[in-house]
């Protein structure tokens, strides 16, 4: 979902985050007649977070020995025996070169692997606001082949216009610091569910993406940070999704700080195996209080996924079946 430096070629654990930058976004739903929140105070400068695909544990080994190629034999094994899903997630990064904003331009990478069961598509080109810019025609690929579906949501912080235009617009009171920015984050979901019903990609759940992207990035405030992630979660609720998280522990942590949700869990392993994916299926790699559902990994430019044992059985609550 995501790419870093280049751009989420994933080396992609998550799709590009963060808001403002370049580009125009789209100017989305008008403003209400209530006058916008005022602009707030500029919080401090975010801190360096780590990259997703750098957020890997100490003593993985960084050359293969014996015990690494008899985990990895073994996760390979239970694939094959149906015990895991295997899928794949792609966005912005797949559609074909020459397409995208100016800072997040498409790579034409490769779309998922022949075995992929499922795929878990972006709706951003990296930040809220800027659609996927392939969406109609990866949702077409994925139900050509008769494939599971699901979508995953980038959200980003806002610059001051997007927040003037946004932040008295919905549930929550415009007129309070907090109450704004979280109106801006159920409006980057409801944005991403106007692009979701045009493309017709159907899905009973959305992932929050929550992620650091150089250029695009988050507030050193994580209440400030926190109030988006809530107002998107809302959102996605009140459109009727069931919603699930994607990140690591780390970067949450260094986001929104103890926000927890105590939702379903899509955990980033980056460019590891699908071992080290397993491994992150477990209660040591709780991002914000919920169960280890997928994990994710890199390899030969495709972001890769696993079901977490025990959760193999019925998907039909994760992925709509084309």
């Known amino acids: 979902m995501r790419r870093a430096a280049v751009g989420l070629a994933l080396v992609s654990v998550l799709a590009a985050a963060g808001c403002g930058g370049g580009g125009t976004p789209d100017a989305g739903p008008p403003a209400s007649s209530s006058p916008p929140a005022a602009t707030p105070t500029p919080p401090p400068a975010a801190p360096e977070l780590p990259d997703p695909r750098a957020d890997v544990p100490s003593d993985v080994p960084t050359e293969r020995d014996p015990l690494a190629d008899a985990a990895e034999a073994a996760a390979s094994a239970a694939a094959e025996s149906g015990d895991l899903v295997l899928g794949g997630d792609i966005s912005w990064p797949q559609c074909p070169e020459g397409m995208g904003i100016p800072e997040r331009p498409t790579m034409g990478l490769p779309m998922p692997k022949p075995e992929a069961r499922y795929v878990i598509i972006g709706l951003t080109n990296g930040p809220a606001f800027f659609p996927n810019p392939c969406l109609a025609d990866q949702v077409a690929w994925v139900r050509q082949r008769g494939l599971m579906v699901s979508a995953y949501s980038v959200l980003s912080h806002p610059n001051a216009a997007t927040l003037r235009r946004h932040g008295g617009t919905g549930p929550f009171d415009g007129g309070d610091r907090l109450g704004a920015l979280k109106n801006v984050g159920y409006q980057q979901a409801r944005f991403n569910v106007r692009n979701m019903e045009r493309a017709g990609l159907l899905t009973p759940m ?37 919603v699930g998280v994607y990140s690591t522990p780390a970067i949450w942590a260094g986001i929104v700080g103890d926000l927890s949700f105590g939702v379903p869990e899509w955990r980033a392993a980056g460019p590891t195996g699908l071992a080290e994916a397993l491994e992150r299926c477990g209660d040591d790699w709780s991002i914000q209080g919920g169960p280890g559902v997928l994990g994710q990994w890199v390899e030969d430019d495709r972001d890769l996924n696993t079901t977490c044992p025990g959760t193999s059985g019925d998907l039909s609550g994760l992925f709509h079946q084309f």
């Open 206 to 242: 959305v992932w929050l993406d929550v992620e650091s992207v150089p250029g695009f990035d988050w507030t050193g405030d994580r209440q400030a940070n926190a109030a988006v992630v809530q107002g998107a979660f809302q959102g996605y609720r009140d459109a009727g999704y069931s």
